[in-house]
């Protein structure tokens, strides 16, 4: 059975603008979602992006640190081996100024240096291997054998020849260089009577060697 529409044209045609209207309105509101939801879901993205770059810099600011503390380090190595060569070749890091200057510093007034020698000499030390505790007869290596090791050293020696009032004078001097930070192993060569310019002093030699 065909339904027949009785209503007049004009109400018909804004009934059908308005069905129109609805569709476009639904067709709009489902974009808006669609816009809505893609916009959220790319917001997660970014929120995860910028936390990742976040991540990205702070390991950038520790590699850059790290950088540094190794350039640093690289630095100081290079420093420490500079000193070893010098500690090899001279058996001293101290500067010959340093030297002058100390002794400037404890030779007293009345006294005089009238040779100072400085040189480098070659020190060998005898390492006899340990022998284990409890067992008897000659000491044994890790290999083995029972043979001492020799190791070789390098120290700057220095020798002192001077003059002095007296045979005190040369004691105390001797004894403020044994207490001086710069010098060990301090030991008399010899002290004699010499004249002077007709005048009577003690003449004595003295060696040392400056510290490593």
Do not use: H
């Not at 059975?1 to 109400?11: A, C, N, R, S, T």
């Not at 100081?76 to 200057?101: F, H, P, S, Y």
């Not at 000499?121 to 284990?132: A, G, M, N, Y």
């Not at 505790?133 to 290596?141: E, H, I, K, V, Y």
């Amino acid at each position: 059975m065909q339904k027949i529409d009785f209503l007049p044209e004009g109400i018909r045609m804004r009934r059908a603008r308005q069905r129109r209207w609805l569709r476009y309105a639904y067709v709009i509101a489902v974009c808006v979602l669609g816009l809505g939801g893609l916009g959220y879901v790319r917001q997660g993205n970014i929120s995860e992006a910028q936390a990742e770059l976040r991540t990205l810099k702070d390991r950038a600011g520790n590699l850059r640190r790290e950088l540094e503390t190794r350039r640093g380090l690289e630095r100081q190595m290079a420093d420490l081996m500079i000193k070893k060569r010098i500690n090899d070749q001279l058996g001293c890091q101290a500067d010959t100024m340093d030297v002058l200057a100390e002794l400037d510093r404890l030779l007293p007034q009345g006294m005089a240096l009238r040779k100072l020698n400085l040189e480098v000499v070659e020190l060998r030390e005898t390492i006899r291997p340990s022998r284990p505790s409890g067992a008897p007869g000659r000491a044994m290596t890790a290999d083995g054998g029972s043979k001492p090791r020799v190791i070789r050293t390098k120290r700057m020696r220095l020798v002192l020849t001077g003059l002095a009032p007296t045979d005190v004078d040369v004691a105390n001097f001797i004894g403020q260089l044994s207490a001086s930070p710069l010098f060990e192993d301090v030991n008399m060569g010899y002290a004699k009577t010499v004249s002077v310019e007709g005048l009577t002093a003690r003449e004595f030699q003295a060696s040392c060697y400056v510290v490593r």
